[in-house]
């Protein structure tokens, strides 16, 4: 199993970034994927989720209205939309196999908000 992130990066408050996972060495159309993030000094913290066919994302109530989890299940990947970034989104981001309990996990890509 294989995820691999990538889109990170340095944005201004305000801006927009679009995060990519690729994935390999499993049926991805078979589960729910998501993204976490961890901040210094924080928990890892569940961003968003999406179910594995039909059925509602989830999100954090700290972005929801300004990221947007989706999948492409032709390309084993699954990206994250995030808009109006604040300083507070300034976190290492992480795709993950699975939900709340998610077991296989990227390297994380880091995002920096700051002006």
Known sequence: VQLVESGGGLVQPGGSLRLSCATSGFTFTNY??????????????LVAAIPSDYGPEDYADSVKGRFTISRDNAKNTVY????????????????ARGGRRADYWGQGTQVTVSS
């Open 80 to 95: 994250l939309q995030m808009s109006s970034l604040k300083p507070e989104d300034t976190a290492v981001y992480y795709c």
């Open 32 to 45: 729910r994927m998501s993204w976490y993030r961890q901040a210094p000094g924080k928990e890892r913290e």
